[in-house]
């Protein structure tokens, strides 16, 4: 009887991956139809104002490095001015990120438990929905990934090619959010952690430094061939600084409380928490390389957050790919327990299995499949006509009155006008193809 109930186990958890697959699959379809959220909105604009012969920090004023704006102008550049073209470029980074994890988790765990990861981890990132997708925090992550891949291996150390790689990604991050160089924490760990011999760590430490400052060094030779070096330095450096500097009289009360608000709220971290820290101590017993790869990885994403102090979903992105390999490495364990242990029968062994596979699944998809499923449902009702175009736009709350206001800008001005949007509404310029006076 146990035997004949793994089966259906197993048929049944066969048949939720596939449906899982094509809930991630339709999701990507109807975030072609998403609308812009506010940082979107100015990521928008400030791409279309680089599309234009802009630059930002000079012509287009926000505080973030110039990654986002860049990659927001290429998938204009690519698609057209749409809502929908970035759509398209993020979802291309998932699919390389994905890839890169399916690879990570196999070579540690087993291709089931990998694809597994993979799939929850593309569903955890697609329950952001619309406001927090197609963001920097998020590219952050993906970026991160391939660092883990190439460093974090089971055989073979890396060569210097990779430690380099791995610099170029942490670098990129840096052009997202300056103190996201602090990334550069987990190939000094990596580094350190097998204890080579100094001329070994030398090397190492020199080749990530080299890659971590060439996309540096390259911005600031644009900005400075552009004549834009100092207000480059003086937006995404100097204003930041001064910014976060005044939140430290915020105390360490207050940002605990909103770090254990969410670490412990009804997200998918809480649900993960058990199985990560199984998994960092199964992943010390096989690999301190490994384990302090994770662990410096979460230390510098949760850090990242607080040093902000602004618990949004979208600034935990980075934290999530480390949650979901730990986790997949606690479950192998687990389950490799399980197999091998004399002290059970066989058929209890298996019905434990069972019924932990069965419960992890039930509880971590209902967290990060229920959105997703909810947004196809709304997108469905649009496609079939039986919810109009504005009604679907109100299903997303504030940005149906920035699409409305567009149109009433692009009725009321000419082409060739320029507009002033106060506060956040910067999508209205983008999605009413005018452009700003000045920054």
């Known amino acids: 009887v146990i035997d004949m109930q793994y089966v259906y186990f197993k048929r049944a958890s066969g048949m939720l991956f596939w449906l899982l697959l094509v809930l991630a699959v339709l999701t990507a379809g109807a975030s072609m139809t998403w609308p812009f959220g506010w940082d979107q909105g100015i990521f928008a604009w400030i791409g279309d104002v680089v599309s234009r012969g802009g630059l930002p920090s000079r012509d287009g004023w926000d505080i973030k490095g110039p990654l986002p704006y860049y990659v927001y102008a290429f998938a204009q550049w690519l698609f057209g001015a749409h809502t929908w073209s970035i759509r398209i470029v993020d979802i291309v980074f998932v ?3 994905d890839l890169m994890l399916f690879r990570m988790v196999s070579a540690w765990c087993n291709r089931p438990i990998a694809a597994w990861s993979t799939l929850l981890f593309t569903l955890w990132y697609a329950s952001g929905s619309y406001w927090n997708t197609a963001q920097p925090d998020g590219w952050v992550m993906m970026l991160m990934i391939p660092v883990a891949a190439i460093l974090m291996r089971p055989q073979h150390p890396a060569g210097w090619a990779a430690w380099w790689l791995a610099g170029v990604f942490v670098g990129c991050t840096a052009l997202a959010k300056f103190f996201y160089a602090g990334f550069l924490l987990v190939p000094a760990v990596v580094a350190r952690a097998d204890r080579p011999r100094p001329a070994v760590l030398m090397a190492r430490a020199a080749a990530c430094l080299a890659g971590f400052l060439l996309p540096l060094l390259l911005t600031l030779l644009w900005f400075w061939q552009q004549g834009a070096l100092d207000t480059f330095i003086e937006v995404t450096l100097r204003y930041p600084a001064d910014t976060y500097r005044s939140l430290v ?22 649900v993960t928490l058990p ?63 399980l197999r091998e242990s004399t002290t059970w029968p066989k058929h209890a062994k298996a019905g434990m299995r069972g019924i932990l596979a069965g419960s992890l699944m039930i509880v971590f998809v209902l967290h990060v499949a229920a959105l997703p499923a909810f947004e196809v449902l709304h997108w469905g009702a649009y496609l079939s006509g039986k919810t109009s175009t504005d009604d679907y736009h109100r299903h997303f ?13 692009g009725k009321l001005t000419r082409e060739d006008d320029k507009v002033v949007i106060f506060g956040w509404n910067s999508s209205i310029l983008f999605l009413s193809r005018r452009q700003s006076p000045t920054r």
């Open 249 to 270: 009289q915020f105390g360490v009360e207050e940002r605990l409380r909103g770090l254990l608000e969410h670490l412990t709220g009804g997200g998918g971290i809480a």
């Open 95 to 97: 699919l390389v990120a």
């Open 397 to 409: 709350g504030s940005p149906a009155d920035d699409i409305a206001m567009a149109r009433l800008v």
């Open 275 to 337: 199985f990560v820290l199984f998994g960092l101590y199964a992943g010390w017993r096989r690999s301190p390389v490994l384990a302090a790869g994770l662990i410096a990885w979460m230390l510098v994403a949760i850090g990242a957050v607080v040093i902000q102090n602004r618990f949004f979903i979208y600034h935990w992105l980075p934290l999530i790919p480390a949650l979901v390999i730990s986790a997949a490495i606690g479950i192998h364990a687990l389950f490799d327990g």
